[in-house]
């Protein structure tokens, strides 16, 4: 079942302005170990900055917590399987409200037009004690 949905819409020319501004101060607010070691590889950071961020806005939308309640914006992360599918990571703290919340897994479509960044966030209910997967 699904716990919830959420989605987030961010200008491109807006994160680049603000890593320009902020440069590596930026980037260790933003992301978590996981994303940063994709970011060094990453040819245009601007625009993987801009998908991060806003999976991240749509995922803590899903939740019902936004960027509060427990959840910091480094608690969630947006990282790549080997076909490049953009998956959910959560931080021990983020896991932590997950299971508070009865949050299981989560999932997460990006996608970038005319300098726009748009995210589509799905998370599920955990399963159930005992439940067969």
């Known amino acids: 079942m699904i716990f919830g949905v959420g989605t987030d819409l961010v200008e491109l020319s807006r994160i680049r302005q603000t890593y320009e501004r902020f440069g590596d101060h930026f980037v260790e607010r933003l992301l978590m170990d996981e994303e940063r070691t994709l970011f060094e590889q990453a040819r245009d950071k601007g625009r993987f900055l801009a998908m991060r961020f806003a999976g991240k806005e749509a995922t803590v939308k899903a939740m019902g917590t936004g960027f509060a309640h427990g959840v910091w914006i480094r608690d969630v992360g947006i990282v790549n399987n080997e076909w490049g599918r953009p998956l959910i990571i959560w931080s ?11 949050i299981g897994e989560g999932h997460v479509s990006l996608t970038d037009d005319a300098g726009l ?11 159930a004690e005992g439940a067969r997967p």
């Open 117 to 127: 960044i748009m995210a589509f966030a799905v998370v599920m209910n955990a399963p």
């Open 92 to 102: 021990d703290r983020g896991r932590g409200v997950c299971q508070k919340l009865g």
